[in-house]
């Protein structure tokens, strides 16, 4: 590289937002040079890799539903019809939840509401989840030690057909494919952002400008390889934005939090793999993705690894903080021993006694109303704040961001849906505050 390269658009992030994005970007404005960069050597390694990389469009906010569904069904859409595999299945959503918890309006409005958009689901009662699911615990009567954690009987089941997992490395690979085939500039690895440039607008040559008097815009991006000048730069680094963004007076209005997964296969334990082999709700034959009604536990059927990935949504208890290298993403084993492993055991009891053989850990990156952001602000591009949904919703994110870059004043999204190309913005924010967050 050398000392100083001039592009149309820098993209800083190749994760799933930043290839989808660069992917729109250079399709509808083929003129354009479109290059994306990133610190790791490949294409989505950082927090995309980390993902449990589930897909839901069972939100209770509409614009999530919207951002949600057209973006999955573009999945299908490439899986089915453009023979591209994901490795997308749909093996669905599972709420398992409690007397209290189903007949909660916050509940009853969230089925109300994707009754409105269309979005399929199932109720299914006590007796019917424990004819399904193998060795499901609904009967904490008696248990004190349930009692102590405060965990709650499962009553109830919300089902989502339509929900399911995929491999994230197959749907960054996929973007990033197609927009090889027409950009003009192959992405660059190994290039480490290190500030946003900012520069007044015009720039008068003032010693110490810009002053507060001047406007300014972000010209471009120091890198450890050199500067790399632009029209508009893309900030598509989730938990890493505020790194760039804060020492430029910018506020992202995010906050990011860490995020663990741990692996537990079930090849040697029959009660187990009775529990991965839950029967009755999808074609594979498996227990769908499911959310315990209790400290934000869930898991991911994992067919090929005849196991589980196991995490937490935990909320208060973990800190808000900078995700600031790779050592802040070390996975915790005694987070799994003290606090997943004895809610998972009470409601599974097939758990007792598995360890995990694998784990790691990425960072979330959280909007204050749980909907992304996606907005233009001094020259840069930020999508950003998708609070840990960011794949089910990539899709529907980088089209906006393209039509935003354009000047269009409304997006369209996959099946011919719209959205404001502003709706997701800070200053014209036109959103429902979503209440269905793991």
Known sequence: MSQEESFDVVIVGAGVLGVATAYYIQKNSPEKTVLIVDRYLAAGQANTAMSAA????????????????????????????????????????????????????????????????GISYHVYNKQELKEMIPGLNVDFEGDEEAELMNLQEVSWGLFGADCGVLDP?????????????????????????????????????????????????????????????????????????????????????????????????AEHKE??????????????????????PSAGVYFRPQLQELGFWIGCGDKEGRAYKYVQSDEDLVPEGIYYENSIYP???????????????????????????????????????????????????????????????????????????HISSTALGQTDRDIEVESVVI
């Not at 001047?214 to 505020?242: C, F, M, P, R, S």
């Not at 009660?271 to 315990?292: E, M």
């Open 343 to 417: 809610v998972l055991s009470k409601y599974f009891p097939a758990f007792e006694d598995t360890r995990p053989t694998n784990s790691w850990a990425g960072g979330y990156c959280y909007s204050p109303d749980r909907i992304p952001f996606v907005y233009k602000k001094c020259g840069v591009l930020v999508v950003n704040g998708a609070s840990g949904s960011g794949i089910m919703k990539a899709d529907a994110l980088a089209r906006i961001a393209d039509a935003l870059l354009r000047g269009e004043e409304v997006t369209e999204l996959f099946g011919g849906k």
């Open 169 to 265: 490395t197959r749907l960054v690979e996929y973007y990033l494919e197609e927009f090889k085939k027409i950009c003009h500039e192959k992405p660059r690895f190994g290039v480490d952002v290190q500030e946003l440039l900012l520069e007044a607008d015009p720039k008068l040559d003032l010693p110490g400008e810009p002053y507060v008097w001047q406007k300014k815009k972000v010209t471009g991006v120091k890198a450890n390889k050199g500067i790399l000048k632009a029209e508009t730069v893309v900030l598509a680094t989730g938990a890493w934005a505020n790194e760039l963004l804060d020492p430029i007076g910018i506020d992202s209005q995010t906050k990011a939090k860490k995020r663990q997964l741990f692996v537990v296969h």
């Open 54 to 117: 589930a897909v839901r469009n069972m939100f209770a906010s509409s614009t999530n539903q919207l951002l949600t569904d057209t973006s999955i069904k573009y999945f299908e859409h490439v899986q089915n019809e453009i023979g591209y595999d994901l490795l997308f299945e749909k093996c669905g959503y599972l709420w398992l939840l409690s007397d209290i918890q189903f007949n909660n309006d916050s509940v009853k409005t969230w089925m109300e509401r994707m009754e409105r958009s």
């Open 271 to 292: 009660d187990l793999k009775s529990v991965l082999f839950s029967n009755g709700f999808n074609k594979y034959g498996c227990i769908p993705f499911t959310i315990l």
